[in-house]
């Protein structure tokens, strides 16, 4: 047997199980491309975020192989990637293999110590994107990676001069493509039944539109997600509309606030919360429709096609692609943003959320999705944001005639 170990399912350590025979008759053959590794250990949401940038590699790279280095549980959401050759977090075993490797490119998305540290433990032909000198401190490594670099260094540029999303900045800086990729974050089979039996049985068999509430978002700046009390106000003004499911979505950590939530109201629905990332991509994925601040659940809904009504308060809504899909909404507050970690003023931003604006959009959103006339009227509407707006078209379509 002579093997074709420059195949891409070659391992050499046990067959690939794509054929019996591993010789130039094996018609599975895949020609092995460049060894890409991708350094990105940042937040949950943003790793989510940089998804987006596996079709420009390999636009860039055709039949490339692509590891990605990222802190855990970020590994948990990029496990079986199609697209994803192999996925190391910082443990002891995967620095053992990294240091093993040797890659024809790099690209470095952190500007951290931990992720140019990274860097240093492999061979690397061509780097993209950021690296540490000997002080600790973070340059850009090529000249596209600048622009990004200067970002970060300036809120007056990152507030206000700055209108590229942020995944249009990552992807200049590593000098690929932009072409406006959507997020790439696939369910796995059995993922996609769950999905489905979940949303059967949260819209009634699809009678019914099901709006997501996340209700939470990391503890690093805690003033992306509404009070107890917008959500439970937000909760009495969707439920004017009898055609629409509301679900609770969140984490370990929403677990208590999120029956707080939905203490008292009837048919709110509380999705799992403690089964893990995997599990809480699947109950986003069974909405149809998600109400979110700037977290991981935003990016998550953007990852899984859904509507998504984004407001945002401390974080820059310029900065985040929705493809089309949903509506980006402002506090009124006049500090944002600031992208403060904490804040202490009597009126916080999250407590300057236009609710009846969030209203308006859930009622657009259900126009886009293409739902019957039925479930854009509902039985009992009273709250005037839930009137047809002036911006829409068609009065018939969207129920003029709602008290």
């Not at 420059?6 to 491309?33: E, H, L, V, W």
């Not at 860039?60 to 970020?74: C, E, G, L, N």
């Not at 622009?147 to 249009?168: A, C, R, V």
Request: charge should be neutral; proline fraction near 4%; glycine fraction near 6%.
């Amino acid at each position: 047997m002579n093997p074709r170990t420059d195949c891409s399912y070659f391992s050499g350590a046990k067959p690939c199980g794509k054929n019996i025979t591993c010789d130039s008759s094996c018609t599975q053959f895949k020609k092995r491309g460049k060894q890409i590794l991708l350094i990105h250990l940042g937040a949950l949401g943003a790793v989510v975020r940089s998804t987006a940038l596996l079709k420009s590699i390999q636009r860039k790279y055709p039949d490339s192989q692509i590891t990605w280095v990222t802190a855990k549980p970020a590994n948990q959401l990029l496990k079986n990637h199609p697209d994803i050759h192999r996925v190391l977090t910082l443990s002891e075993t995967d620095l053992l293999i990294l240091s093993v490797l040797t890659f024809d490119v790099a690209f470095v998305i952190d500007k951290s110590i931990e992720a140019t540290g990274i860097l240093k433990k492999t061979n690397a032909r061509e780097v993209y994107g950021f690296v540490a000198d000997e002080t600790g401190v973070i340059h850009f490594h090529n000249l596209k990676a600048e622009e990004l670099w200067q970002i970060g260094l300036s809120d007056e540029i990152k507030f206000k001069l700055n209108k590229k999303t942020e995944i249009q900045l990552i992807t200049e800086a590593l000098e690929l493509e932009y072409r406006k990729d959507d997020y790439s974050l696939p369910l796995e089979n059995s993922e996609t039944d769950l999905r489905y039996l979940r949303h059967q049985q949260w819209s009634s068999n699809n009678q019914k539109v099901v709006v997501g509430l996340n209700t939470g978002c990391a503890n690093v700046i805690t003033a992306k997600k509404l009070s107890v009390e917008n959500h439970r106000e937000l909760i009495r003004k969707l439920q004017k509309n009898s055609n629409l499911s509301i679900v609770l979505l969140g984490g370990p950590e929403d677990t208590e606030r999120n029956i707080e939530i939905a203490m008292g109201y009837q048919n709110v629905i509380l999705s799992p919360t403690t089964a893990g990332l995997r599990d809480g991509l699947v109950s986003v994925a069974a909405t149809d429709i998600v109400i979110t601040g700037d977290s991981l659940g935003m990016h998550m809904a953007i990852a899984q096609k859904k509507q998504v009504i984004a407001w945002f308060g401390p974080t820059c809504a310029h900065e985040i692609e929705l493809y089309g899909r949903g509506e980006k909404l402002l506090s009124k507050a006049p500090c944002g943003p600031c992208w403060k970690r904490s804040c202490h003023k009597p009126v916080m931003c999250y407590d300057l959320v236009n609710l009846d604006e969030i209203i308006h959009a859930v009622q657009k959103s259900i126009h886009e999705l293409g739902h019957p006339d039925s479930l854009l009227r509902g039985s009992a509407l009273g709250d005037s944001a839930f009137e047809l707006g002036q911006e829409y078209p068609s009065p018939n379509v969207l129920g003029a005639d709602l008290p």
